[in-house]
């Protein structure tokens, strides 16, 4: 692994660990870190200037999470999503953010409708549209302004479990030429439907958004089983 000059934490943070798991979980959302790399302790302790310890600590953290793999006599790794389990995450992302679309249109008020609009007019700043990354945030943005308008906690906690590989995932369909262009009038849509308070249109533009997603993504696969 390359180390960047950057890596190292500053001691005064009040968690450490908590500091270390966040840029390891950033590195493997932003793609630094790839599908299927294998996760050398000593490069990674000497990068980031930290005890092997406080690494393992870490990375436990982030195999909960479902980002990281500890194989037996191989070591730790970046988890790999295969295609199948692409597909199931998918399909459970559709039903969630249909149903959670529904409940926005039912419980959000007219602040929670411009918070999603805000996350939509922010993917046209050019910054963003040039920054892969900002893109990223903005897109969690939105489901968050989604889910807050919502109020339905479990619906929110699930879609939370989901959300870092759902965040691997939507590098892959946003990367896609044109995907942005058309992600943004996708989402245009879908808030002109909360603000209609349409819960049939809203929970049928967000579970098509997801289908085209998927069907790009799985198109162009390239966190299979042979991983990149």
């Known amino acids: 692994m390359s180390r960047p000059t ?120 050019p910054g963003v549209q040039d920054d892969p990354h900002r893109q990223l945030v903005v897109k969690n943005e939105f489901y968050a302004a989604l889910l807050a308008g919502g109020g339905n906690a479990t619906i929110a906690q699930l879609l939370k479990q989901l959300n870092n590989r759902v965040t691997m995932l939507r590098r892959v369909s946003l990367s896609q030429p044109g995907r942005l262009v058309q992600t943004t009038q996708e989402l245009e849509e879908i808030v002109d439907a909360a603000r209609r308070r349409d819960g049939d249109l809203i929970a049928k533009l967000l579970s098509d958004h997801v289908d085209r997603a998927a069907a790009l993504a799985l198109a162009n696969y390239d966190l299979g089983d042979a991983a990149s």
């Open 6 to 125: 950057d890596l190292r934490l500053a001691r005064e943070e009040t968690s450490l660990r908590s500091l270390l798991v966040n840029r390891l979980r950033d590195l493997i959302l932003d793609g630094d870190l790839t599908p299927g790399q294998k996760l050398v302790e000593r490069d990674l302790t000497e990068a980031f200037g930290v005890s092997r310890s406080l690494l393992r600590e870490a990375l436990q953290q982030l195999q909960a999470e479902g980002l990281i793999v500890n194989v037996l006599h191989r070591g730790p790794s970046v988890a790999v999503i295969t295609e199948h389990e692409a597909r199931e995450i998918y399909a459970v992302r559709a039903l969630l953010e249909s149903r959670a679309g529904r409940d926005f249109v039912e419980n959000a008020t007219d602040d929670d409708v411009d918070a999603l609009a805000a996350a939509v007019d922010a993917l046209r700043d």
